[in-house]
């Protein structure tokens, strides 16, 4: 049976777990047994006064977040009501047998179902119109809880989430570890970049937090929290703090901020703060900060996009390369079923090349690179810079990316084993000092990038 509460003066009955829906107006109470096998059903009896008074009541009393609205006859009054003054706290609005007026200048844009009987169904299908994502449905008396149980269960977005979650991708941006200290007094943290500056007075910062990460309660209940940004140096500190290992603070070097928060030693900068605000976003929260202490240094911080890590330093020293009056040189070291990609040598009888463009003519570029790779009949992504460099002997400035090819064609290409590589077939010292490096450290499967010339330079571990 379900339970019956009180908050307030606020009268409910409650049954279930899971997602909430909150049932308000006609047979709600009926309602609760039929939805709560899957979801965490809430029949509320709206009493004079404010409704969205008295939902954001009930929800903050019930530690609910965001909800589902479904509005029976005068209820649905309320239900828009509460989706227009509360949108990040509706999920979904239903509204049976209810056509309420709208203000089509007052945005709802949460999805929407409108189900009448046929005598409503012209008044539903403007009303749906005028709601963003809204649509109706013409149905009896017994198809409204099978159309609301499959409404209730649609997917909120339309996209292929990992489609989306490519597309923001793009966008470069900086990696941060989030700490804090539990009520426990338990150090905890996180790797973020959904990171950014809010306001400079007062000084306010934010970062997002996923629902389902096992710390959000941890940081939502914290008095503050610390957020650090990684140097181009601590790509391993990254991918601790995003592992679920228990032992991340043993084995980083950091110590207590001024408010008390972890800090990660080696950090480009770092802002200690404390808790400002908690936003409820979708199926993440919003922490904002008030920034109580903050230091920064000259490290050059790490970047990241479309899934992998990127340094502004050697990103600039290809770029320096591609700027120079010297010809530019861009290759791939590419692999196919774990052999070693090589082209024959047009300018040497038995010669082979890597993949490259720009050694001979005009300096090459990357997309004369793939036009190349194209026309050798391979496929392949240059996601990871690998070496960049001077050959003294011609001159040259090198950059050299390494990945994945897949052969669409069979071409002129040659595949070598990396234990038997032609190394008397290759054109330079330079070429061959670049793959033996690649092939030692394609053994213990981690790749550095290498910046300087062919004989001596500096190589960072970033991927």
């Not at 929260?285 to 920064?296: K, N, Q, T």
């Amino acid at each position: 049976m379900p339970a019956h509460s009180t908050i307030g003066g606020i009268s409910y009955s409650e049954k279930g777990e899971g997602e909430a829906v909150l049932f308000i107006g006609g047979d709600a109470p009926a309602l609760i047994d039929a939805f709560a096998g899957g979801f965490r059903a809430i029949a509320l009896d709206i009493a004079a006064g404010d409704p969205v008074a008295q939902v954001r009541r009930l929800l903050d009393e019930l530690a609910i977040t965001s909800t589902n609205l479904v509005g029976h006859g005068s209820g649905g009054d309320a239900v828009l009501a509460v989706a227009a003054a509360l949108p990040h706290r509706v999920r979904r609005i239903a509204l049976v047998e209810a056509v309420p007026d709208h203000d089509a200048a007052t945005p709802i844009l949460c999805p929407a179902l409108i189900v009448t009987g046929k005598a409503l169904g012209p008044e539903a299908d403007a009303l749906a119109r005028g709601l963003q994502r809204g649509r109706s449905a013409i149905a009896g008396p017994c198809d409204i809880q099978s159309l609301l149980g499959s409404f209730l269960t649609e997917r909120l977005s339309g996209f292929d989430n990992r489609e989306l979650r490519s597309a923001f991708g793009s966008f470069m941006t900086g990696v941060t570890i989030v700490t804090t200290a539990g009520v426990d007094g338990q150090p905890r943290g996180f790797t973020a970049n959904s990171f950014t500056s809010v306001s400079l007075e007062p000084p306010l910062l934010m970062i997002c937090i996923g629902k389902q990460a096992a710390s959000m309660e941890v940081f939502r209940n914290a008095r503050g929290f610390a957020v650090n940004i990684l140097s181009e140096a601590q790509k391993d500190v990254s991918v601790l703090f995003a592992s679920k290992r228990p032992d991340k603070f043993e084995a980083a070097a950091w110590r207590a901020g001024p408010f008390g928060n972890p800090l990660i030693e080696g950090s480009a900068a770092w802002f200690d703060c404390a808790r400002y605000q908690v936003i409820d976003a979708g199926d993440h929260i919003i922490l904002m900060g008030h920034v109580e202490a903050f230091s920064y240094s000259d490290a050059n911080p790490l970047g990241y996009a479309r899934g992998h890590y990127i340094t502004l330093g050697l990103e600039q020293a290809a770029v320096n390369a591609a700027s120079s009056a010297s010809r530019t040189v861009v290759g791939a070291i590419l692999e196919n079923d774990n052999r070693l990609v090589l082209l024959p040598d047009a300018t040497r009888p038995s010669g082979l090349v890597l993949p490259e463009v720009g050694r001979h003519g005009h300096s090459g570029s990357a997309s004369q690179l793939h036009e190349l790779l194209q026309r050798e009949g391979m496929d392949a992504t240059l996601g990871f810079l690998f070496a960049v460099f001077e050959n003294p002997g011609t001159r040259e400035q090198c950059i050299y990316y390494r990945g994945e090819a897949l052969l669409h064609a069979r071409g002129r290409m040659v595949l070598a084993d990396f234990e038997d590589i032609p190394w008397d077939r290759l054109p330079d010292e330079a070429t061959c000092s670049m793959l033996r490096r690649y092939a030692a450290e394609r053994k213990i499967g981690r790749f550095k990038v290498y910046s300087g010339d062919h004989r001596q330079g500096t190589v960072k571990a970033v991927d």
